[in-house]
């Protein structure tokens, strides 16, 4: 009997999480941090290539 009442309970914590993540301040949280993300990836790379052209002109200098 215990057993069934937790899993009700546990049901309900589904159905309150499902309706939280359709909302949508959450979905503008999700898409922010998806954002973001995509940023930061887009920023390591400039940095990448910013630092082998640096590299380069330094090696073509000095050779």
Known sequence: MELEKQEQAGKGDQTVLQIFLRSPGCQELITHLNKSKYQQNQDQKENQTLATFSIGSLY????
């Open 60 to 63: 073509s200098i000095t050779h």
